[in-house]
Each structure stands twice: as C-alpha cells, then as structure tokens.
C-alpha cells in the first residue's frame, strides 16, 4: 500500500481526520491512531481548500479535490462533516459501515461521478438512504454482512446483495404570476431512492418497481439492475425473480451490452451460461463483443459455445 499520513485532532474520546496526504488517490483511514479510534472526518477534509489547513509535516501532498478517487472507512467512523467531499469530481468509490450517525450538510455537492457505494451491514440504523438522497447519478451499492460473505472462484468477496439506483433530476419551475418557485422530480431514482422501510432498504417495494422501470429508465441501466439482482438474489421473491428473468430472456442483446459498456466480463459469463439456451443467442452475443471491439470476451464466448454446443462428428458412409 502507498504510504499515507493524517492531519488529526483527539476530539471527544476519538481521532477526528483533517486532512489526509499520500500520492494515491485510493485512501484508506485506519481504524486507530495512537491507539485512539478515528470516529469523525472534519468539514471540507477533501475540499481543495479549507478555512484553516492544518500543518503538513508528512511532505506528502494533499489528497483533496480532484485528486480523490478511492476512500474506505472504517467501522470505527461516526462522523462525517459537512462538504466533506466538496467537489472531488473524480471520486468514484465509497466504502463504509451502515451504522453512520452523522453526515454533515453538503458533504456529496460536486461527487457527479460517484458511481459505486460498497456498504457493510450493521444492525440498527443505517445511512444509506441519506447518502442516496444527496447522488442523482446512477449508484451501484455492494451491500456486504460482516461475517460469512460469499467469495467468487478467483476468492474476492461477492456482495450478498446488489443494488442499482438509477439517476433523477430536479427542475426549478416559477409560477410568474404568483411569484413561487416549486422543484419538480424526473426519472425513477428518486422512486428508488425511497424504497426503504425507514432507515433500511425495503427489497420487496425495490423489486416491485421493476415492471415501472421497464418502461422509464434507460435499457442499460436497467440491464445492469436486473442482473444485480438475480447474480446476488437476497432476499428475492419467485414472482420477482421471474420478472428479472423473463426481461433479460427477452433482451439478450442489451443484457450483453450493459455488460460490454461496464467492462463486467464476469456479469456476462455468467449471462451466457445462464440464459443461453440456442446457439444461436450465443451467436447474438458474440456479434455483440464483435461490435463493441472486445477481443477478450469474444475469445471468452468462443470457449463457451465450444463447450456448450460442440460441434457435431460427421458421420461417413461406404
């Protein structure tokens, strides 16, 4: 790991981070330091520029603004301080405990390309909503269990759930005559974004949402939250994992696509070998890669029809 140093205060019985040094843009905050648990990230700790920047005696450069694209907290983390993040615009990815107690105002303004949250599940209250209230982009979320996580072949963690929200955006409207101005919701993240039974995610009005979506979000995107769901299936009913189903039997070619787009090479085997059935759909995906230039997968789906659909002996007569 690339070496990383921490402007730190000792704040109520915990470590609060000022601000964070290193020549990589992926931090990860320890869970102690002086043997004391990091609980609090300051106000605008990655913002570019702050009120009162603390001294830097590591002559690491600081990991602020732009320079951000990878942070993992620790279990020990409480608090997060308002425009915590103030336009890292190349922040990417989040790693966090569920059990969050506090999120400063502001902390997400200019995050536009914050793409995937990885969410280890603890009991009791949960943050997750409040952070997907603040992103109108599309979010992926990792939700894993501290304790008896899945692992793919290759031995990675596998989330036990995965989630996709899909992006909404709000529009100012004026009433001239009356002078008001009222905000006005689009797209279905935001019917998503409320699936939740107060602080936790409501799977059953999640999945429900899925024959609306069909007809309002984006084909790729709703490719990708298909498969999400049926490859990490917690907690999914029949009738639900027959919708997911039959959607992705009866659009193959986009399924390929979405895998293609998000580089899910993984997402795509497991696509092939689950919803292939002709060799002829596994000629569809093939032209697919073929026409999104990825040699990779389409030697990758070459293997795969080879051992599927082996080419037949010929049989000779005298």
Avoid at 6 to 12: G, I, L, P, S, T
Avoid at 73 to 80: D, E, I
Avoid at 126 to 137: N, V, Y
Avoid at 221 to 227: H, R
Wanted: aromatic letters at 10%; a negative charge; charged letters at 30%.
């Amino acid at each position: 790991m690339e070496k990383q140093s921490f402007a730190y205060e000792k704040k109520n019985k915990g470590i609060c981070i000022l601000r964070c040094y290193g020549v990589s843009g992926r931090v990860v905050i320890p869970e102690t330091l002086e043997g004391v648990p990091v609980t609090e990230m300051s106000a605008y700790a990655f913002a570019r520029s702050m009120e009162h920047e603390p001294q830097n005696a590591s002559g690491l450069p600081c990991i602020c603004g732009e320079d951000l694209q990878e942070l993992y907290l620790p279990g020990s983390m409480k608090r997060l301080g308002r425009y915590l993040f103030y336009n890292c615009r190349n922040f990417r990815r989040l790693s966090f405990y569920s059990d969050l107690e506090f999120i400063g105002a502001g902390a997400f303004t200019g995050c536009e390309n914050l793409s995937y949250l990885e969410m280890r599940w603890r009991r009791g209250n949960s943050c997750l909503r409040e952070i997907l209230q603040d992103l109108k982009q599309k979010v992926t979320v990792g939700c894993y269990l501290e304790e008896g996580e899945r692992t793919q072949e290759g031995g990675e963690r596998e989330p036990v759930c995965r989630l996709v929200y899909p992006e909404f955006f709000e529009e100012a409207v004026e009433n001239t005559p009356a002078r008001i101005i009222s905000t006005q919701t689009h797209g279905m993240g935001i019917q998503y974004r409320n699936a939740f039974r107060n602080t936790q995610v409501n799977l059953k009005e999640y999945d429900k949402l899925f024959d609306m979506g069909k007809y309002n979000i984006d084909s790729i995107d709703l490719a990708e939250l298909a498969v999400a769901r049926l490859r990490c299936p917690y907690e999914l009913g029949e009738a639900e994992r027959a919708a997911y189903a039959g959607w992705l039997s009866e659009n193959l070619e986009t399924g390929a696509a979405y895998c293609l787009k998000r580089e899910y090479p993984e997402d795509l085997r497991w696509l092939a070998e689950t919803f292939v059935t002709e060799e002829g759909q596994m000629e569809l995906l093939l032209r697919e890669a073929e026409r999104q230039d990825a040699p990779e997968i389409v030697s990758m789906l070459m293997d795969a029809r080879h051992r599927r659909f082996p080419a037949k002996k010929k049989k000779f007569s005298l």
